[in-house]
């Protein structure tokens, strides 16, 4: 199954708001509910990224929070999981993500994330799946641009004109609250693997918590290259919003010129628009933080 218009003319390939909605069934053909969600745990440090779990929405009961290997049917329009005896114990509430799990259609679908190859902000259109030889879900990346929009919305030979631009997964950061802090929580993620250059690239597209958290997994010389490769008003911003015992590190790990110049900037009080700054936590940001929990 997958979109109607095969992305790399890969018929395996998957779309995330394609799939969502499926009814999900017993293998005796009783519907469960319906898929409202699939989990990735980014905590996985080789191979590929595969989804982990199911969120399933019943009528007239809690969610259901279920691991792939429940899965004995994937198709086109209906999900088949086995008939477990520890379901009932399983559904009696939903389980807590783990720690590095995330859900793919709340914390990446219709966020913006930063396609750190690229060096740009892009909001996601779809997220793009793909079967496994062994019959497993990988992700393989995102779908932005309004190609992708226009797919949702059953505009095909549109969206064909349109094109599509897809990022791949390992060229992403998420801005999405859940999926930024798992991703600064797993040494997998991109944001570890990316240079001064490219790190002040992405901490210029981040709002300005996010930039400072960003700054925070780096040692003080790491985080004095950043701020020195980003543009002036978005170091001070960053610097501003630190806790002043960090901006002091950062500023030591600096060449003393460097330095000097940062803390005579520094001394000077924020202009209005640099207070208003500091205060919002969602500079350069569109999409709201996600704070609801899977079952929500």
């Known amino acids: 199954m997958g979109s109607d218009e095969p992305i790399g003319h890969a018929s395996t390939v998957l779309l995330l708001s394609r799939v969502t909605g499926l009814d999900v069934l017993r293998p005796d053909g009783r519907v469960i509910g319906r898929l409202a969600d699939l989990t990735a745990d980014l905590g996985d440090q080789s191979g590929p990224q595969l989804v982990q779990?199911?969120?399933?929405?019943?009528?007239?009961?809690?969610?259901?929070?279920?691991?792939?290997?429940?899965?004995?049917?994937?198709?086109?329009?209906?999900?088949?999981?086995?008939?477990?005896?520890g379901e009932s114990a399983e559904a009696a509430g939903v389980q807590a993500l783990r720690r590095h799990e995330i859900l793919l259609g709340?914390?990446?679908?219709?966020?913006?994330?930063?396609?750190?190859?690229?060096?740009?902000?892009?909001?996601?259109?779809?997220?793009?799946?793909?079967?496994?030889?062994?019959?497993?879900v990988e992700l393989v990346g995102v779908e932005v641009g309004f190609g992708g929009v226009l797919q949702r919305l059953k505009l095909g030979s549109l969206a064909r004109r349109t094109g599509q631009d897809i990022i791949a997964w390992s060229d992403l950061h998420l801005t999405s609250e859940r999926g930024h802090a798992v991703q600064l929580a797993t040494p997998r993620a991109a944001v570890h693997h990316l240079d001064p250059r490219a790190l002040a690239a992405l901490?210029?597209?981040?709002?300005?918590?996010?930039?400072?958290?960003?700054?925070?997994?780096?040692?003080?010389?790491?985080?004095?290259?950043?701020?020195?490769?980003?543009?002036?008003?978005?170091?001070?911003?960053?610097?501003?919003?630190?806790?002043?015992?960090?901006?002091?590190?950062?500023?030591?790990?600096?060449p003393a010129e460097h330095a000097g110049r940062w803390r005579q900037?520094?001394?000077?009080a924020p202009t209005l628009l640099g207070r208003r700054f500091l205060r919002s936590r969602v500079w350069l940001e569109a999409n709201p933080r996600h704070r609801s929990g899977p079952g929500s």
């Open 203 to 254: 901490v210029s597209q981040v709002d300005t918590e996010s930039a400072t958290e960003i700054l925070a997994t780096k040692v003080p010389g790491e985080a004095a290259e950043v701020v020195q490769a980003t543009h002036p008003a978005v170091g001070e911003r960053v610097l501003r919003a630190m806790p002043s015992t960090a901006a002091a590190r950062i500023l030591a790990a600096m």
């Open 265 to 268: 900037r520094l001394e000077h």
């Open 53 to 85: 779990r199911l969120l399933v929405r019943r009528r007239r009961a809690e969610p259901l929070l279920t691991p792939w290997h429940r899965v004995v049917g994937f198709g086109p329009t209906q999900v088949v999981l086995a008939d477990a005896a």
């Open 106 to 136: 709340r914390d990446v679908l219709d966020t913006q994330v930063v396609d750190v190859v690229g060096q740009r902000l892009a909001r996601v259109a779809d997220v793009v799946l793909a079967r496994t030889p062994s019959g497993r």
